[in-house]
């Protein structure tokens, strides 16, 4: 089955500790997301990238590190300079261009300790 | 940053009662599409509505657009128990990535 798979599913980082989020989709989708989710809140974009070795700055990317160097890996870096790292992060794709809706994957639920 | 903004944050009905959501917006879109989010779970995509398309359904929703008021509205009819989640909508601005509201909790009571 065709689908996004992100991991792990939770994640415990220590204090000044860099970690990296896998996603990985077998859709054939050119444009990936990555998105945090914070309690009761809506989603914020992180990074997006709308094809390979390419790759934007969202609204909250300060302390975040993306590479796209697959079409269908997009892994995210959470840096020792992301302040408040604990969230829910969901990675997400769609075809290239605008007028599709984009698939999901569970998500990965990062803690600090 | 969050273009849309739905309301209300959370609403309770009973079993086989309708759910109205509503969704605010603050500039031109191209479309706008809803999505549902059942507890620690990904977000799921539900339906997608463009900028010159008044309403769609599909199943037992059903959404409207009003470009002119820049809002949007969700209708669950015959709710059940699976359909508690949280919605959202998110609007795509001509800029190719999705802005995502804050959701409504929706709660169906059995």
């Known amino acids: 089955d065709g689908g996004i798979t992100q991991s792990p599913k939770y994640l415990f980082r220590k204090e000044g500790q860099n970690v990296t989020l896998s996603c990985e989709q077998n859709l054939n989708h050119d444009a990936m997301y990555w998105y945090r989710q914070d309690p009761g809140q809506g989603l914020r974009l992180i990074y997006y990238s709308q094809i390979v070795n390419d790759f934007q700055k969202g609204d909250i990317a300060e302390g975040y590190s993306v590479s796209r160097e697959k079409k269908e890996s997009f892994p995210l870096t959470v840096t020792s300079a992301q302040k408040n790292p604990t969230a829910f992060y969901l990675c997400?794709?769609?075809?290239?261009?605008?007028?599709?809706?984009?698939?999901f994957g569970s998500g990965t639920r990062l803690t600090v300790v | 940053s969050q273009q849309g903004e739905e309301d209300p944050q959370a609403l309770s009905i009973q079993e086989g009662e309708n759910a109205t959501m509503n969704c605010s917006y603050k500039?031109?879109?191209?479309?706008l599409q809803w999505y549902r989010q059942n507890s620690g779970r990904g977000l799921v995509h539900l339906i997608l509505i463009r900028s010159n398309e008044r309403e769609k359904h599909s199943g037992r929703l059903r959404v409207t657009l009003d470009t002119s008021k820049k809002s949007s509205s969700l209708l669950i009819t015959a709710s059940r128990a699976a359909d508690t989640a949280s919605y959202f909508c998110a609007t795509d601005a001509n800029d190719y990535k999705l802005s995502f509201g804050a959701g409504t909790t929706v709660t169906v009571r059995a």
């Open positions: 997400a794709s769609s075809p290239r261009g605008q007028g599709w809706g984009y698939t």
């Open positions: 500039t031109s879109i191209n479309n």
